[in-house]
T-cell receptor, first 114, second 111 residues
Framework: DTGVSQNPRHKITKRGQNVTFRCDPISEHNRLYWYRQTLGQGPEFLTYFQNEAQLEKSRLLSDRFSAERPKGSFSTLEIQRTEQGDSAMYLC????????????FGSGTQLSVL | GQQLNQSPQSMFIQEGEDVSMNCTSSSIFNTWLWYKQDPGEGPVLLIALYKAGELTSNGRLTAQFGITRKDSFLNISASIPSDVGIYFCAGRGSYGQNFVFGPGTRLSVLP
Protein backbone atom coordinates (compact mmCIF):
# COMPACT_ATOMS: atom_id res chain seq x y z
CA ASP A 1 0.00 0.00 0.00
CA THR A 2 1.81 3.06 -1.27
CA GLY A 3 -0.99 5.52 -0.54
CA VAL A 4 -2.70 7.92 -2.93
CA SER A 5 -0.34 9.31 -5.55
CA GLN A 6 -0.88 12.55 -7.46
CA ASN A 7 1.09 13.90 -10.40
CA PRO A 8 2.43 16.40 -11.03
CA ARG A 9 3.01 17.96 -7.60
CA HIS A 10 3.26 21.42 -9.12
CA LYS A 11 2.03 22.87 -12.40
CA ILE A 12 2.55 26.39 -13.71
CA THR A 13 0.62 27.32 -16.82
CA LYS A 14 -0.43 30.35 -18.78
CA ARG A 15 -4.03 31.49 -18.87
CA GLY A 16 -5.93 29.80 -21.66
CA GLN A 17 -3.86 26.60 -21.67
CA ASN A 18 -5.25 23.16 -20.86
CA VAL A 19 -3.89 21.12 -17.95
CA THR A 20 -4.39 17.54 -16.85
CA PHE A 21 -3.73 16.01 -13.45
CA ARG A 22 -3.51 12.34 -12.55
CA CYS A 23 -4.48 10.49 -9.39
CA ASP A 24 -3.60 6.88 -8.55
CA PRO A 25 -5.72 5.72 -5.59
CA ILE A 26 -4.94 3.07 -3.01
CA SER A 27 -5.26 -0.13 -5.02
CA GLU A 28 -8.25 -1.80 -3.34
CA HIS A 29 -10.29 1.40 -3.02
CA ASN A 30 -13.37 1.69 -5.22
CA ARG A 31 -14.20 5.34 -4.57
CA LEU A 32 -12.17 8.31 -5.76
CA TYR A 33 -12.82 11.95 -4.91
CA TRP A 34 -11.51 15.25 -6.29
CA TYR A 35 -11.39 18.36 -4.11
CA ARG A 36 -10.05 21.87 -4.67
CA GLN A 37 -8.46 23.94 -1.92
CA THR A 38 -7.51 27.61 -1.96
CA LEU A 39 -5.28 29.30 0.59
CA GLY A 40 -6.89 29.59 4.00
CA GLN A 41 -9.90 27.47 3.11
CA GLY A 42 -10.99 23.91 3.64
CA PRO A 43 -11.15 21.49 0.69
CA GLU A 44 -14.18 21.99 -1.59
CA PHE A 45 -15.79 18.96 -3.20
CA LEU A 46 -15.62 18.76 -7.00
CA THR A 47 -16.65 15.25 -7.99
CA TYR A 48 -16.43 11.59 -7.06
CA PHE A 49 -16.40 8.18 -8.73
CA GLN A 50 -17.46 4.77 -7.60
CA ASN A 51 -15.46 2.39 -9.75
CA GLU A 52 -15.68 3.98 -13.22
CA ALA A 53 -19.03 5.72 -12.68
CA GLN A 54 -19.03 9.44 -11.91
CA LEU A 55 -21.73 9.63 -9.26
CA GLU A 56 -21.76 13.27 -8.27
CA LYS A 57 -20.47 16.59 -9.58
CA SER A 58 -20.44 19.86 -7.68
CA ARG A 59 -22.07 22.95 -9.11
CA LEU A 60 -18.58 24.45 -8.69
CA LEU A 61 -17.42 22.23 -11.54
CA SER A 62 -17.82 24.36 -14.65
CA ASP A 63 -17.93 22.85 -18.13
CA ARG A 64 -14.22 23.61 -18.46
CA PHE A 65 -13.55 20.86 -15.94
CA SER A 66 -13.81 17.18 -16.80
CA ALA A 67 -12.85 14.13 -14.82
CA GLU A 68 -12.54 10.52 -15.88
CA ARG A 69 -11.81 7.19 -14.28
CA PRO A 70 -11.87 4.92 -17.34
CA LYS A 71 -11.08 1.55 -15.80
CA GLY A 72 -12.04 2.22 -12.23
CA SER A 73 -8.42 2.64 -11.20
CA PHE A 74 -6.54 5.90 -11.81
CA SER A 75 -8.37 9.15 -12.54
CA THR A 76 -7.58 12.29 -14.51
CA LEU A 77 -8.88 15.81 -13.99
CA GLU A 78 -8.61 18.14 -16.98
CA ILE A 79 -9.12 21.89 -16.93
CA GLN A 80 -9.57 23.51 -20.32
CA ARG A 81 -8.87 27.18 -21.08
CA THR A 82 -7.47 27.81 -17.62
CA GLU A 83 -8.24 31.05 -15.80
CA GLN A 84 -6.36 32.74 -12.98
CA GLY A 85 -9.19 31.80 -10.62
CA ASP A 86 -8.38 28.14 -11.22
CA SER A 87 -5.14 28.56 -9.24
CA ALA A 88 -5.49 26.23 -6.26
CA MET A 89 -4.38 22.94 -4.75
CA TYR A 90 -6.21 20.03 -6.38
CA LEU A 91 -6.57 17.11 -3.98
CA CYS A 92 -7.49 13.54 -4.72
CA UNK A 93 -8.75 11.09 -2.10
CA UNK A 94 -9.72 7.45 -2.24
CA UNK A 95 -11.81 5.21 -0.02
CA UNK A 96 -13.57 1.88 0.23
CA UNK A 97 -17.33 2.31 -0.02
CA UNK A 98 -19.12 1.28 3.12
CA UNK A 99 -20.76 2.53 6.29
CA UNK A 100 -17.35 3.13 7.92
CA UNK A 101 -15.93 5.04 4.97
CA UNK A 102 -12.83 7.16 5.45
CA UNK A 103 -10.98 9.28 2.90
CA UNK A 104 -7.24 9.06 2.35
CA PHE A 105 -5.70 12.00 0.52
CA GLY A 106 -2.75 12.37 -1.79
CA SER A 107 -0.25 15.21 -1.52
CA GLY A 108 -2.13 17.29 -4.08
CA THR A 109 -1.25 19.14 -7.27
CA GLN A 110 -0.58 22.85 -6.81
CA LEU A 111 -1.75 24.73 -9.92
CA SER A 112 -0.63 28.27 -10.65
CA VAL A 113 -2.21 30.05 -13.63
CA LEU A 114 -0.26 33.09 -14.78
CA GLY B 1 -26.20 22.89 1.12
CA GLN B 2 -24.46 21.47 4.12
CA GLN B 3 -22.00 23.78 5.87
CA LEU B 4 -19.53 23.22 8.66
CA ASN B 5 -18.17 25.75 11.12
CA GLN B 6 -15.01 25.26 13.14
CA SER B 7 -14.06 26.98 16.34
CA PRO B 8 -11.71 28.54 17.16
CA GLN B 9 -10.42 29.81 13.83
CA SER B 10 -6.89 29.89 15.24
CA MET B 11 -5.19 29.34 18.55
CA PHE B 12 -1.81 29.89 20.14
CA ILE B 13 -0.86 27.63 23.04
CA GLN B 14 2.19 26.80 25.10
CA GLU B 15 3.93 23.48 24.61
CA GLY B 16 2.49 20.97 27.05
CA GLU B 17 -0.99 22.51 27.19
CA ASP B 18 -4.15 20.69 26.20
CA VAL B 19 -6.16 21.84 23.17
CA SER B 20 -9.87 21.66 22.41
CA MET B 21 -11.60 22.51 19.16
CA ASN B 22 -15.01 21.82 17.74
CA CYS B 23 -16.97 21.52 14.55
CA THR B 24 -20.67 22.23 14.10
CA SER B 25 -23.08 21.47 11.30
CA SER B 26 -26.38 22.96 10.22
CA SER B 27 -27.71 19.44 9.61
CA ILE B 28 -27.39 15.93 11.02
CA PHE B 29 -24.31 13.94 10.04
CA ASN B 30 -23.63 10.19 10.21
CA THR B 31 -19.86 10.35 9.81
CA TRP B 32 -17.21 12.73 11.14
CA LEU B 33 -13.57 12.70 10.06
CA TRP B 34 -10.76 14.76 11.56
CA TYR B 35 -7.65 15.68 9.56
CA LYS B 36 -4.37 17.54 10.06
CA GLN B 37 -2.75 19.38 7.18
CA ASP B 38 0.79 20.70 6.92
CA PRO B 39 1.72 23.43 4.39
CA GLY B 40 1.91 22.15 0.83
CA GLU B 41 0.66 18.68 1.74
CA GLY B 42 -2.63 16.83 1.61
CA PRO B 43 -4.76 16.33 4.74
CA VAL B 44 -3.81 13.35 6.91
CA LEU B 45 -6.59 11.39 8.57
CA LEU B 46 -6.42 11.46 12.39
CA ILE B 47 -9.70 9.99 13.66
CA ALA B 48 -12.95 8.69 12.16
CA LEU B 49 -16.31 8.64 14.03
CA TYR B 50 -19.46 6.80 12.97
CA LYS B 51 -21.93 6.75 15.89
CA ALA B 52 -23.51 9.47 18.00
CA GLY B 53 -21.74 9.68 21.35
CA GLU B 54 -18.73 7.71 20.10
CA LEU B 55 -15.42 8.64 21.75
CA THR B 56 -12.24 7.56 19.92
CA SER B 57 -8.58 8.10 20.73
CA ASN B 58 -5.44 8.07 18.65
CA GLY B 59 -2.42 8.61 20.90
CA ARG B 60 -2.73 12.06 22.46
CA LEU B 61 -5.76 12.86 20.30
CA THR B 62 -9.35 12.19 21.34
CA ALA B 63 -12.43 12.97 19.28
CA GLN B 64 -16.12 12.68 20.03
CA PHE B 65 -19.22 12.41 17.86
CA GLY B 66 -21.75 14.77 19.45
CA ILE B 67 -25.01 13.25 20.66
CA THR B 68 -27.07 15.75 18.65
CA ARG B 69 -25.23 14.46 15.54
CA LYS B 70 -24.63 18.09 14.57
CA ASP B 71 -21.23 18.51 16.17
CA SER B 72 -17.90 16.89 16.88
CA PHE B 73 -14.97 17.71 19.14
CA LEU B 74 -11.22 17.13 18.97
CA ASN B 75 -8.91 17.30 21.96
CA ILE B 76 -5.12 17.17 21.94
CA SER B 77 -3.38 16.52 25.23
CA ALA B 78 0.11 17.69 26.20
CA SER B 79 0.78 19.52 22.91
CA ILE B 80 4.19 19.32 21.25
CA PRO B 81 5.75 21.44 18.48
CA SER B 82 4.87 18.93 15.74
CA ASP B 83 1.16 19.45 16.51
CA VAL B 84 1.42 22.75 14.64
CA GLY B 85 -0.79 22.78 11.57
CA ILE B 86 -4.35 23.19 10.40
CA TYR B 87 -7.00 20.82 11.70
CA PHE B 88 -10.03 20.14 9.54
CA CYS B 89 -13.25 18.37 10.32
CA ALA B 90 -15.24 16.69 7.56
CA GLY B 91 -18.65 15.11 7.65
CA ARG B 92 -21.50 13.78 5.61
CA GLY B 93 -25.20 13.37 6.12
CA SER B 94 -25.77 10.03 4.43
CA TYR B 95 -23.74 7.22 2.92
CA GLY B 96 -24.34 8.30 -0.67
CA GLN B 97 -23.25 11.88 -0.16
CA ASN B 98 -19.85 13.45 -0.52
CA PHE B 99 -17.86 14.74 2.46
CA VAL B 100 -18.05 18.43 3.38
CA PHE B 101 -15.08 20.12 5.04
CA GLY B 102 -14.92 22.87 7.62
CA PRO B 103 -12.72 25.96 7.20
CA GLY B 104 -10.12 24.64 9.65
CA THR B 105 -8.54 25.55 12.99
CA ARG B 106 -4.95 26.79 12.78
CA LEU B 107 -2.88 25.63 15.75
CA SER B 108 0.39 27.26 16.78
CA VAL B 109 2.46 25.82 19.63
CA LEU B 110 4.87 28.12 21.42
CA PRO B 111 7.97 26.56 23.02
Amino acid sequence: DTGVSQNPRHKITKRGQNVTFRCDPISEHNRLYWYRQTLGQGPEFLTYFQNEAQLEKSRLLSDRFSAERPKGSFSTLEIQRTEQGDSAMYLCASSWRGTNEKLFFGSGTQLSVL
Amino acid sequence: GQQLNQSPQSMFIQEGEDVSMNCTSSSIFNTWLWYKQDPGEGPVLLIALYKAGELTSNGRLTAQFGITRKDSFLNISASIPSDVGIYFCAGRGSYGQNFVFGPGTRLSVLP
